[in-house]
């Protein structure tokens, strides 16, 4: 009996290290407790159970909301479904910054979703700037492996004093190490979590060729499963403090397991069509962080036109206040 116990106990560890860390087991956190709306007035609805929450863009305005803490480092998630049909020009956004704070030393943390024409695929973006590095944009864009306007699907973004990772349904699609050839470019400030629908007609499908048509709105996007779980900050006092087990958790989420590292990997050659490594457009030689696998050089060396919207334009009302200033892989992917 006891050496079957033994074993059990050595199967779930090793069951844990083989399959990774699971986000979806992260503390869930209510509207009214963690959020306050950024802007769009009726737009932004949250229903009776207080967790899921509805943005809307017509021609009036977007919607959005910001986390009421500021935090150094968590694991921060949503299940969002986008809106339908024709999006083209449409963006949601789910991404951290302090450029309320440090307008021109910025640091900011994206997954950016960018509508598309009827019968084309929602995109995903996803971006980091530290230090107010906005010149030397690092954006990656792909595809998803199923239609993200069909149902609720897991968003996530990891931040340590380390590493980014970007998940889609507990898989990691992106890993930024943080090096000493990045200096301040890695986002080290406290931040803000923002979520955001909005007009980006301008650059957000195929480099601003296919804009927003009113006529297909309200767009809708719809989110539920709020995370917020890590160490906020004091905005006077400046000291965070971190949730019960953040620390423990963030360290084990940060451990990408092997079998996490084979979707990774499945899901870049697949479903990767733009990294900023490989635009020779933009840099003539690849920023010193990037690993340039030539296979994937190859690959993405011809790409759809990409244009990058500016900074400013998700922040519609100023700054607000915090409150407390009163998996085995496979091929399938």
């Not at 059990?8 to 979806?24: A, D, I, K, P, R």
């Not at 305005?61 to 986390?67: D, H």
């Not at 804009?211 to 767009?219: E, L, S």
Request: hydrophobic share 35%; charged share 25%; glycine share 8%.
């Amino acid at each position: 009996m006891e050496t079957l116990s033994r074993f059990l106990v050595f199967m779930s560890l090793f069951s844990g290290f083989v399959s990774g860390f699971t986000l979806q087991n992260l503390p869930v956190t209510s509207f009214e407790e963690s959020y306050t709306q950024l802007f769009g007035d009726k737009n932004l609805f949250v229903h009776k159970d207080g967790k899921t929450v509805r943005l809307t863009l017509d021609e009036r305005t977007g919607s959005g909301f910001v986390s009421n803490d500021l935090y150094l480092h968590g694991l921060f998630s949503a299940s969002i479904k986008l809106p339908s049909d024709y999006s083209a020009g449409v963006v949601v956004a789910f991404y951290m910054s302090n450029g309320d704070m440090y307008e021109k030393n910025h640091d900011e943390i994206d997954f950016e979703f960018l509508g598309n024409i009827r019968g084309k695929e929602w995109r995903i973006q996803t971006n980091i700037y530290g230090n107010g590095s906005t010149h030397l944009g690092r954006e990656e864009r792909s595809n998803l492996w199923f239609d993200p306007t069909e149902d609720y699907h897991q968003y996530s973004i990891l931040w340590s004093d380390s590493h980014i990772i970007f998940f889609v349904d507990n898989v990691p699609i992106r890993e930024v190490k943080r090096t000493a050839s990045m200096g301040g470019h890695f986002p080290s400030k406290p931040m803000s979590l923002y979520t955001t629908i909005w007009d980006g007609s301008k650059w957000a499908t195929n480099g601003g060729k296919y804009g927003v048509n009113y006529k297909y709105a309200p767009y809708v996007a719809q989110l539920t499963d709020l995370v917020l779980h890590g160490c906020a900050v004091d905005p006077i006092e400046q000291f965070p403090k971190c949730d019960e087990g953040a620390d423990e958790d963030i360290r084990a989420a940060q451990e990408i397991s092997p079998s996490q590292r084979v979707k990774m990997g499945v899901f870049r050659r697949k479903h990767m069509t733009y990294s900023y490594c490989y635009d020779r457009n933009r840099y003539k030689v690849a920023l010193p962080e990037c690993v340039v696998i030539p296979a994937e050089a190859q690959r993405l060396r011809v790409h759809d036109p990409v244009t990058f919207g500016g900074i400013p334009r998700r922040h519609r009302n100023g700054k607000h206040r915090s409150r407390r200033s009163r998996v085995v892989g496979t091929e399938s992917i």
